[in-house]
């Protein structure tokens, strides 16, 4: 229960956001081309946000709060990176759209330093 509680604040601290990497990335979504998503890709934004979602609540929870904050917002940058996509593939907003290539080249640069800290500091 504690988890699910935790869970949920982290969620609700850091919104709305959902993470592959670039080299996985659709570049022609980043340009604002229309394309279907890549295989294991959400397709809609109900998939990105069940798919984050699921993703924070199967993970194991350690007890080190920095350790599993950092696990938690791999987790929700990488919805916000699916998330992300959708809107550059579906989304019709040039302003939208610029928001989420920014969000997908930020969160991306995060994921990694967040895996970088983790490498270092798992026990």
Do not use: N
């Not at 709305?16 to 394309?35: L, R, S, V, Y």
């Amino acid at each position: 229960m504690r988890t699910m509680f935790a869970t949920a604040a982290l969620v609700l601290l850091v919104l709305p956001a959902a993470a592959q990497t670039m080299d996985g990335m659709d570049h022609g979504a980043m340009h604002g081309e229309a394309g279907a998503p890549a295989a294991g890709e959400p397709k809609t934004l109900e998939d990105a946000s069940a798919k984050m979602h699921q993703e924070m609540g199967s993970m194991p929870m350690t007890g080190d709060v920095d350790v599993d904050f950092m696990q938690g917002m791999i987790a929700h940058h990488r919805g916000a990176i699916d998330m992300a996509k959708i809107a550059l593939r579906d989304g019709k907003d040039p302003e939208i759209k610029a928001l989420a290539k920014t969000i997908v080249e930020a969160q991306e640069g995060e994921i990694k330093m967040m895996q970088d800290w983790l490498a270092k500091h798992r026990k």
